[in-house]
């Protein structure tokens, strides 16, 4: 019975399925298809976040403390990127022949650039600026 008396819906019926609403919306917010939304950890700018030797040329290496991947595209080149695939939010693979893998639909990205060479996703990685100081890989 409502809780005002006519053949309404009650209060926790409303309540319910406001709720369900607003996590469906939230659902959906987390499987879009376009640009990733990875932000990077909190304190992580100006921070050695791998070593130049564990990141080989044409690979990289996935640092799982910070969901980023490390690239050496080329000879002295590094760059770094959001972990997450723009699909679905996967965490990619460890680049290999200068491609990232996303496990979960096989999606890959360009190590370089980190576009999308292979869908599912369309979208890019999360880029972020890196530099290199003695040993370490920095995000500026």
């Not at 499987?31 to 932000?39: A, I, N, Q």
């Not at 403390?65 to 695939?85: D, H, L, N």
């Not at 699909?87 to 576009?115: I, L, Q, W, Y």
Request: charged residues 15%; glycine residues 18%.
């Amino acid at each position: 019975m409502s809780v005002n008396g006519g053949s309404g819906i009650g209060r926790r019926q409303a309540l319910g399925a406001a709720g369900m609403a607003a996590c469906g919306v939230a659902a959906l917010a987390a499987c879009g298809g376009g640009e990733s939304t990875d932000r990077q950890a909190p304190g992580i700018k100006g921070k050695v976040i791998a070593k130049t030797a564990d990141v080989p040329v044409g690979g990289g290496t996935v640092v799982k403390q910070y969901r980023i991947v490390v690239t050496q595209p080329s000879e002295g080149v590094f760059k770094a990127f959001g972990a997450a695939c723009p699909h679905r939010g996967c965490a990619v693979s460890t680049p290999k022949d200068n491609v990232m893998t996303c496990p979960c639909h096989g999606s890959e990205f360009d190590a370089e650039t980190g576009a999308a060479v292979k869908g599912p996703a369309t979208g890019k990685l999360v880029a972020y600026q890196v530099k290199v100081e003695g040993d370490g890989i920095v995000v500026v």
